[in-house]
């Protein structure tokens, strides 16, 4: 099969989105696909094998380390050299308004995969009142895919409740070789840790942004004086954070990635994931994976991830003690966590990135051998206010 990728994500950048990018074209590649991918400019020109087509960019205003790009006229020399079977857009924005545009002109199918709550992070950007356009526009991009993707049933709820169709589930995958209890590091607990091994260390790993509520986490060090928190990632509001956290026992350690990140998760002892706008949350199942008990937020599509003292633990966000009560229960039962360390890595076992990317295999053959019907319902033809001529006539101007 061939697939023509097209993410408004990708390296140097490292997140969720990317993760999925990049370890789904390594397993399509090795299994014998072949793979484009459009992608900002900054990042490899070839990824395991797959061709990467750069477009230019420039850095996003609010959020300097992501490269924002523009379709352009040359994406369709590309593409009818590649001849895809099958167009894959994780999460459309701007670039990915080229990949409905030419997936319609040349009439290849639409896959689109939602990975990013936007409407709901707007509120932590004081722009809650674009929340109504926005998914009148996300609506209009989605109803051109022949099929919908969602990583949680969560997120389908979402999208079905706002009259999107043709929606289906792509299960959560973790590298259960690379995440895994054997990595422990006494070196790297020491380095988290602040050089303070025998403290409880509480880890978080991901973006350093608005909608994460990673400033919440100081409650926990001002209920847990023996506590040191460690906090992995970087972003748009690492400064401010650095600000809120001073004065207490707290380590921003910047991006880690491969070993040194499975070393990371191995060697804490509690996992905490305040955020309530996840899709998803990847880093919980590495976490997971790498035997480190996760303690979350009940909200988006961490549920699907996480089930309760079962696989791990789980608090009410309307608790605004929550968090720090949930913490220290499951700090002051070690049998308990424990038993979820077991349950929860038997978990993750079971969802390996060969059966994720086999399932989405399928999808594209679904999405190819049913396309959606060329005249689409009334009412569905309008793009955020605009008709689909005017849509069409705006992107010919852009993409000739």
Known sequence: MRIAIVTETFLPKIDGIVTMVTKTVETLQARGDEVMVFAPSGGPAE??????????????????????????????????????????LFEPSLLGIGGIYYGKVLHV????????????????????????????????????ADLNLCTSTQMMDELRNHDIDRLALWERAVDAQRFHPSKCSAEMRKQLSGGEPQKTLLLYVGRLSAEKDIGTLRKLLEAMPD?????????????????HFHGTPTYFAGYMRGEPLAQAYASADVFVMPSKTETLGLVLMEAMAAGCPVVACRAGGVPDAVEDEVTGFLYDPEDPDGLVKKVAWVMGHPEERTAVRGRARADVERHSWEGSTEQLRRYYAQAIEHPRPKVAAKGQMRWGGMTKKMVLASLRRLLP
């Open 47 to 88: 990824l395991y094998g797959a061709e990467v087509v750069s477009l230019p960019s420039i850095p996003f205003p609010f959020y300097p380390e992501l490269n924002v790009a523009a379709p352009r006229a040359s994406m369709r020399k590309h593409l009818e050299r590649f001849r895809p079977d099958v167009f894959h």
């Open 227 to 243: 506590a040191r928190l460690a906090i992995i990632g970087d972003g748009p509001v690492r400064k401010e954070l650095e600000k």
């Open 109 to 144: 199918p639409i896959v689109i995969s939602y990975h990013t709550n936007l409407p709901a992070y707007l509120h932590y950007y004081k722009m809650g009142f674009f929340e109504g356009p926005t998914w009148k526009l996300m609506r209009a991009r989605h109803l051109r």
